[in-house]
């Protein structure tokens, strides 16, 4: 494994190299500042063992964050290949892995850690909760997440990348196509990140169905935990499809079976179709949220109760279900035949109604209402034209005799980011800046925010629709260059200039969080944007245990109506602090993830000492955890008074 | 909480504070369930498109031995009613005979996952190893992730049978026990459905 590795290396395109040598830098750097500084009791103590979901979730978006500029180097790289017929800046190999990395890593280390941090974050403030039900389970999700995307990203200087596509179908994916080690790495690190995507479904289920403050009945809940429960439903019934196409993929690749290969009676379509039992409801895993985060912001910015909350209800879940019965849509062109055609593609047009409904209903929202231009609601506008179109370009695509003519084209390739980014990375913004003044403490500033949103929102379109023109021109997704002839070339230059644009764009945020931990507004009150859901009734950043005192709820919208009667003290019944049970810190989840990892590590090179010391590792975590009596801590009355005074 | 007033702190939880901490427990093994159902549902389908995939290496017909089947089949389905007898006794209080029934339980456990294990080896002697055909490949590794949960279950109802001596019966180790015989009448489910899909079905031809 060793030499295989340094012969790698060795070989390796310079840019790889260069990044093999910067990543050791950045390490020995980070180790350096951490020992100067004497951080590594803090990072220790306050983040590496830590069971706090609030902490859980900054971790998840730091991460997510810096896994969108990697996801976003790899989509200027490409975006650089592409902007002159005949250049050769990427050969076809790179361009193959950059595609493979940028597409997996988009949605799966950055659009789900992003709904993960914002779940963590907000979930249980909004239902009046002091934490989620299985703090423990909690923080192995978010490590197993975090090593399974340090494997991934691995693959890059250690061996190779996975280079088959995001979607990784056989035979292309299988042993006799790709011998490398890469798609072994797409295996086990989405396998290792995927249990970990189902376990914090799980902890999200139980905590909203069984941790609501008193009086807070399932139709007084806030309409974001209503799109969190429904996402996490999905998750549940999509992972494991996801769990067995991955793993059986893997004993092909590893045990030398043949579910999916061409020989002894391997049928590829199989892998086809479980990919998509979870591909496609791992769209609507992602968006769902993300509608409940813009009927907040609609909310709060118009200063309004939402439009139609019942139906805003009933279509979440319509969507959640409807989404999961629609996944041979992507694959219409593969000989499924007429009648099967057609019933996934009257299901899948038949998700436009619902989302239909809400849309109308955060315009409702906003008609009359008293609308603040924030951060928040700028994205949420731009959401709407976004996502229409997209909208439309999907129904396109849903039918299926149009999938015939744009399949595989860049059609699809416009439509699905205008989907995924007007939807799923707006949205998650959207939240990220509603929400930063309640994690941080500070709001970032409006000024470099907007430039921000104007780079990217102009970017976005000056990328994408151009490339809806490609396609009906004929270009292919998936090529790493065309011939001058072809008269690709100027759609594909202003294609290339707007991903610049929205790199900027990007730029500016970092910018923004910089600048706003030094000169941003602090948040004193705990309710800057005069909010109403519970989360808003508590100090920023909150006291670990949330709530002093367990509210009690009147309604919906509980925190606005207590502040219209003036009866914020209404939500505690008493003013009598009792003392408060608090779950301790634990080093195992991390350990747990690091066994994980090791495991894989060692598949990936099919060095079986080494997995079999990971999984062994794993195993000792369990029991430890089952055998150990951890009965948490209690924060004494003494100490929440001086928490709450300060 | 009531008994937790003022500065002292104790680990003392209280009982009400404990139900609630066990039925969040109990409903997310629910959960858990639904979605590692969905998972065996996923391997159930792939194994029937590709049962008649041979690639004219062994069938099922050739390969399965009905008294073999028959037995395991009557060993689980046993264990699955001795656990429920060790659930009933911990609700009736008698540690003795819970921990008599639990170890009943984990031996005939034991005994399903050796027939099992000893029918893998008997058909890889044969030549019938899982890289001979598309069928194999389905076929063990429907059974074969049936057989490890199984062995996880066997591991994890010693572990709550220490618990269990440890610190007798109480609400954790009760939901515990409850949970883990959740998992084993689950597993139970499960086999019936291999049995009829995947044995049945295949001698029947
Ligand atoms: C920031 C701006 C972005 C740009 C400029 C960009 C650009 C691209 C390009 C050029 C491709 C390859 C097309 C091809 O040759 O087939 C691509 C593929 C893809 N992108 Fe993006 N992208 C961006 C953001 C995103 C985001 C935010 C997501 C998801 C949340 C995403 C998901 C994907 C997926 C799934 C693929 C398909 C990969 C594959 O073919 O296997 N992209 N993108
Ligand atoms: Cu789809």
Redesign the interface.
């Known amino acids: 494994m060793f030499n295989q590795l340094v012969g790698y290396l060795r070989e390796a395109d310079p840019l790889i190299q260069m990044s093999a040598v910067a990543i050791v830098f950045t390490l020995i750097g980070i180790v350096a500042a951490l020992t100067y500084y004497r951080k590594w009791g803090w990072l220790w103590r306050e983040w590496i063992t830590t069971v706090d979901h609030k902490k859980i979730g900054i971790m998840y978006l730091i991460c997510a964050l810096l896994m969108l500029f990697r996801g976003g180097v790899d989509a200027l790289l490409m975006r650089t290949q592409l902007a002159f017929p005949g250049m050769n800046f990427l050969d076809a190999q790179h361009y193959n892995e950059i595609f493979t990395t940028h597409g997996t890593i988009m949605i799966l280390f950055v659009a789900m850690p992003l709904l993960f941090a914002m779940m963590n974050i907000v979930v249980p403030l909004q239902i009046g909760a002091r934490d989620v039900a299985f703090p423990f389970l909690n923080a192995v999700s978010f490590w197993l997440f975090f090593f399974g995307a340090l494997l991934f990203n691995l693959s890059f200087v250690l061996g190779g990348s996975p280079d088959a596509g995001w979607v990784s179908y056989p035979p292309l994916a299988e042993l006799s196509h790709s011998p490398g080690p890469g798609i072994n790495y797409y295996v086990l690190s989405l396998q290792i990140s995927g249990i970990g995507s189902i376990a914090t479904g799980i902890n999200f289920i139980v905590t909203i169905l069984k941790m609501r403050a008193p009086g807070m009945t399932l139709m007084r809940m806030p309409l974001f935990t209503w799109s969190v429960l429904a996402s996490c439903i999905v998750i549940i019934f999509a992972f494991p499809a996801f769990t067995v196409a991955l793993a059986l993929l893997g004993l092909d690749r590893i045990a030398g079976t043949h579910f999916f290969t061409m020989q002894h009676g391997g049928n590829p379509m199989m892998y086809v179709n479980l990919f998509w039992i979870w591909g496609h409801p791992e769209v609507y895993i992602a968006i769902l949220p993300v509608y409940g985060i813009f009927s907040e912001v609609v909310s709060t910015f118009s200063r309004k109760t939402i439009f139609g909350y019942k139906s805003m209800v009933i279509s979440l879940m319509l969507i959640s279900v409807i989404g999961y019965f629609v996944w041979v849509h992507h694959f219409f062109t593969m000989g499924a035949g007429p009648g099967v055609n057609s019933f996934f593609s009257v299901a899948s047009m038949a998700v436009g109604i619902p989302t239909g409904v809400k849309v109308f209903n955060w315009l409702f929202t906003m008609f009359r209402g008293r609308i603040r231009l924030t951060l928040p609601m700028l994205w949420t506008l731009a959401f709407i034209p976004c996502f229409a179109i997209g909208g439309a370009t999907g129904v396109m695509l849903a039918a299926a005799p149009g999938d015939y003519q744009f399949h595989n084209s860049y059609v699809v390739i416009a439509h699905f980011h205008q989907t995924l980014i007007g939807g799923a990375v707006f949205g998650l913004l959207a939240g990220m800046y509603y929400w930063w003044p309640k994690m941080f403490g500070f709001k970032l500033n409006e000024t470099l925010g907007k430039w921000a949103f104007w780079f990217f929102n102009i970017g976005f379109y000056v990328c994408f629709m151009p490339q809806y023109a490609l396609g009906l021109m004929g270009m292919t997704r998936r090529v790493y260059t065309y011939p001058a002839e072809t008269g690709w070339g100027t759609l594909n230059f202003v294609s290339t200039i707007g991903a610049y644009l929205m790199g900027i764009g990007f730029l500016f945020i970092v910018v923004q969080v910089l600048y706003s931990i030094r000169y941003g507004e602090r948040d004193t009150t705990g309710d800057p944007w005069d909010g109403r859901t519970l989360e808003w009734s508590l100090p920023s950043p909150v006291p670990h245990y949330n709530f002093a005192q367990i509210p009690t709820v009147h309604g919906r919208d509980a925190w606005w109506e207590m502040k219209q009667q003036r009866k914020e003290d209404s939500l505690f019944s008493t003013k009598e602090l009792k003392p408060i049970h608090m779950p301790n810190n634990s080093a195992l989840p991390f350990f747990m993830g690091l066994a994980f990892f090791v495991a894989g590590f060692g598949l990936v090179f099919n060095q079986f000492m080494i997995a079999t010391v990971g999984l062994i590792g794993v195993v000792v975590c369990m029991l430890w955890r089952s055998l150990e009596k951890d009965t948490g801590h209690w924060i004494s009355v003494d100490e929440i008074k001086q928490m709450e005074a300060s | ?1 009531a008994e ?4 002292p ?3 003392q ?1 209280s009982f009400e ?1 404990g139900m ?1 901490e066990e ?3 109990i ?2 093994f629910w ?2 369930l ?3 159902l ?2 065996f549902a ?2 159930f389908a ?1 194994y029937l ?2 049962r008649t ?3 004219g ?1 062994p069938t099922e017909a050739q390969l399965f031995d009905i008294p073999m089947f028959t037995l395991e089949t009557f060993i689980l389905l046993t264990s699955s009613f001795t656990c429920g007898l060790a659930v009933r006794e911990m609700r009736n209080g008698h540690f003795g005979r819970l921990m008599g029934w639990l170890a009943v339980t984990v031996l005939l456990g034991l005994a399903f996952v050796g027939i099992e294990v000893n029918e893998f080896i008997t058909y890889s002697l044969e030549g019938a190893t ?6 194999l ?2 076929f ?2 429907l059974v074969g992730t049936h057989g490890l949960h199984v062995s996880l279950g066997i ?2 109802m010693i ?2 049978g ?2 269990l001596i440890r ?1 007798r019966i109480q609400p954790t180790t009760a939901r ?1 026990l409850f949970n883990a015989g959740l998992y084993w009448h689950f597993l139970d489910v499960v086999w019936v459905m291999i049995f009829t899909v995947v044995y049945l079905m295949g001698v029947m031809k």
């Open positions: 909480m937790v007033t003022g500065s702190i104790s680990n939880q504070h609630e039925e969040k427990h409903l997310g959960i858990f639904a979605s590692d969905v998972l996923c391997l792939t498109v590709l995939h041979t690639d290496g899982m890289q001979r055909s598309a069928f490949s389905g063990f590794t591991v994890w572990s709550v220490i618990q610190d515990k």
